[in-house]
């Protein structure tokens, strides 16, 4: 009777994960299908020409560089603010410090504090400052859904770093800021995995976006200019009506999901060759 | 040139500090700042009577957030019921069964999930659940449906919930002792025995407070389920209604809302509570979690 049991559950449980993974299939499978065909060298070439919302000529170069610098300015700013961080939590507190665990703690949650959330902030905080929806806006918005993703997996590969080689640099002589610097070097794969996974988590997200940045047709060339996402570029062209700018949608998610693998696979790189590095 | 080194190090540890004091304070700074915002409308209006009126006219200046605090509450609930057993599953699956290389070969799975933007899962949406719904699903209990509904809702948050649930949950099944487990399987129990009576019960609150992360990170979701669950403003009455959770009505009526009065306000006061009932969520389920796996460090 209990061996029945097993029999049964076990195969349920193989079931489960096998849909999980199915389900995940499934998307990636149904946004190629859907996409492929409408996807074109124009589509990744060239802005938005005259009646593209009408399903006439042009691309969504726009989204793809609008994007692109709102990442780019985003990862700046809270590569400053966090690698600092982490070294400070990790190697001047001491182990096991309340402090330390406070600081953890609140960036577990404003990890979880929601993208949109963020974005209404983004956007009060940019109304006191007298700023319009800007690539500005953008960029200070998406910094800070990015900050926490990034410090919690920066600090989780500096936690599993050897205590060894901090006690051999400070017994050297050396002091806690010239042991940071060398120790940073040591951190360089885990960094690149941090980065690598904390673009591909906000790239991705268009509530932070959605009224800190504005939308354009354009190449942004200043950071007062507003800057179109990809994530709301699909968004918006799945809500046309006419069914050339829809599939344009389609393409334009497949552009997105290979961003995204290809980020993925590229920290799941570094990050097994940090696991090397470490013994 | 010893004291510049010094000079250095120092300047470094009080710069470094600022930044962890603010990152504290960053928290408190966003609460307060949303609830400022959201002041006006508070004055004006009792809050326990903006909560449960169902009367959304921002023409008129009536703001019932009824209809919203529900519809969140319905699409999480679906979320959290479809997502659960399977996360339940596949990680006890991934704990005690798979072997090293199944469980790699997964890992990427878990990570790809967790990693595909919502507005994928949106599109996704769109193309397949909501025509299942619509011409599969609905009509075997409802006369009509667009398919854009609750029932939609809940099952794109389901699938986007499910890699939180399962990273959470396989990390409180390992720090269950493995003295523990071996125990019960020298007595002769079987694996699936084991994990029923000294597994599940062991991990019981992980389990908890893991679903509860998973709700919250469900409240907050904003752009997927926008996508999918029809936005009108009403309380949905079965699966097959369309909804209105309040982060969409908070992406959707940004732009307009500048031109009338205390409709800026309004929104605000949905993500002050959005924010709220996260932190709140959040905070319980982090501190359950953490001291889990504090007891795991020293047994």
């Given amino acids: ?279 | 040139m010893r004291k510049i080194r010094f000079v250095k190090d120092i300047t470094a540890r009080h710069i470094m500090l600022g930044i962890a004091i603010f990152t504290i304070l960053f928290l408190l700074v966003i609460g307060f700042s949303l609830f400022f915002k959201a002041l006006p409308i508070m004055k004006e209006k009792n809050l326990w009577l903006l909560l449960t009126s169902a009367n959304w006219k921002p023409f008129k200046g009536d703001f019932g957030f009824l209809p919203y605090i529900i519809s969140t509450i319905y699409v999480s609930l679906i979320a959290i019921i479809i997502a659960l057993p399977f996360s339940i599953l596949t990680s006890i699956f991934l704990n005690s069964y798979a072997s090293r290389s199944i469980r790699r070969f997964f890992e990427p799975v878990v990570d790809l999930l967790s990693g595909i933007p919502p507005v994928i899962y949106g599109v996704w949406g769109t193309l397949t659940i909501v025509p299942l719904i619509s011409s599969k699903i609905a009509p075997k209990f409802v006369d009509f449906s667009t398919g854009y509904t609750v029932l939609a809702g809940g099952i794109v948050l389901a699938i986007m919930i499910i890699p939180l649930l399962i990273s959470i949950m396989t990390e409180v099944f390992r720090s269950i002792p493995r003295e523990m487990t071996d125990a019960s399987l020298s007595m002769g129990a079987t694996k699936w025995q084991t994990i029923k009576k000294v597994i599940l019960r062991k991990s019981f609150p992980g389990i908890i407070a893991a679903t509860v992360l998973a709700l919250s990170r469900a409240f907050g979701e904003t752009m997927a389920v926008l996508m999918v669950c029809g936005n009108i403003a009403q309380i949905p009455h079965s699966f097959f209604d369309a909804c209105y959770p309040l982060p969409a009505l908070i992406a959707n009526n940004y732009g307009e809302m500048l031109s009338m009065p205390n409709y800026e306000s309004a929104l605000m006061l949905a993500a002050f509570l959005l924010f709220i009932i996260v932190i709140l969520f959040n905070g319980l389920s982090r501190f359950t979690l953490n001291q889990i796996e504090k007891k795991y460090q020293f047994s």
């Fill in chain 1, 1 to 279: 009777m209990k061996y029945l049991e097993e029999k049964i559950f076990k195969i349920i449980m193989i079931g489960a994960a096998v849909i999980i993974m199915g389900v995940l299939i499934y998307i990636i499978g149904t946004v190629f299908y859907k996409g492929l065909p409408s996807l074109t060298w124009e589509m990744i070439t060239r802005i938005p020409g005259g009646g593209f919302y009408l399903g006439k000529e042009g691309g969504v170069l726009n989204a793809i560089a609008g994007s692109v610098f709102i990442v780019a300015g985003a990862l700046v700013i809270s590569l400053i603010i966090s690698v600092p961080l982490v070294m400070y939590i990790n190697f001047y507190l001491p182990n096991k410090s309340f402090f330390a665990n406070a600081i953890r703690f609140s960036l577990d949650i404003l990890f979880g504090v929601p993208s949109i959330v963020y974005g209404a902030f983004g956007f009060a905080l940019m109304v006191y400052m007298g700023i319009k929806a800007s690539l500005m806006g953008g960029i200070i918005t998406v910094a800070m859904l990015i900050m926490p993703i990034m410090m919690r997996s920066l600090d989780e590969v500096t936690r599993l770093l050897s205590r060894d080689l901090p006690d051999a640099l400070l017994s050297l002589g050396s002091t806690k800021y010239e042991m940071t610097k060398v120790l940073l070097r040591q951190l360089m794969p885990g960094l690149t995995t941090a980065v690598l996974l904390a673009i591909g988590r906000v790239i991705g997200d268009a509530a932070t976006v959605l009224f800190t940045t504005g939308y354009t047709d354009n190449i942004p060339s200043s950071f007062g200019q507003p800057a179109a996402t990809l994530p709301l570029s699909i968004f918006f062209q799945l809500g046309s009506p006419v069914e050339e700018v829809q599939n344009r949608a389609y393409a334009s998610a497949i552009i997105l999901t290979v961003i995204i693998l290809i980020l993925s696979f590229s920290a799941r790189y570094f990050s097994s060759k940090f696991s090397k590095n470490k013994i």
